[in-house]
């Protein structure tokens, strides 16, 4: 990862779940996106010590839970899910 690689994804999502509405739009969604943050804080999660896991454990978990709440499933796009759920969820067009 790259300095400050954890600080810009969160940096993004703050951004996207800042936007007005019920749904997430597609333009959050765009590279890079929403998704590609979430990405960066999953592989951030596999490097970084114990106690600095924990820590962005609990805000990815809050992260989580806005993005589901903010968008919904996208059967169309199960197979996307080997890369993480977060890349399963429909956005509003």
């Known amino acids: 990862m790259w300095p400050n ?5 969160l940096c993004r999502i703050e951004w996207a779940f ?3 509405g019920r749904y997430l739009d597609a333009s959050v969604f765009c ?3 929403i ?3 979430r990405d960066d804080l999953e592989w951030a ?3 970084l010590p114990l106690g600095a896991k924990r820590d962005l454990g609990r805000l990815i978990t809050r992260v989580d839970e806005e993005l589901e709440r903010r968008t919904l499933p996208e059967p169309n ?3 996307l899910a080997v890369f ?3 890349w399963t969820r429909m956005r509003e067009r």
């Open 5 to 9: 690689a954890v600080a810009d994804a």
């Open 18 to 20: 800042a936007r007005p």
């Open 31 to 33: 590279s890079p996106g």
């Open 35 to 37: 998704n590609d943050a």
């Open 45 to 47: 999660m596999r490097h």
């Open 77 to 79: 796009s199960i197979e």
């Open 84 to 86: 993480g759920w977060w």
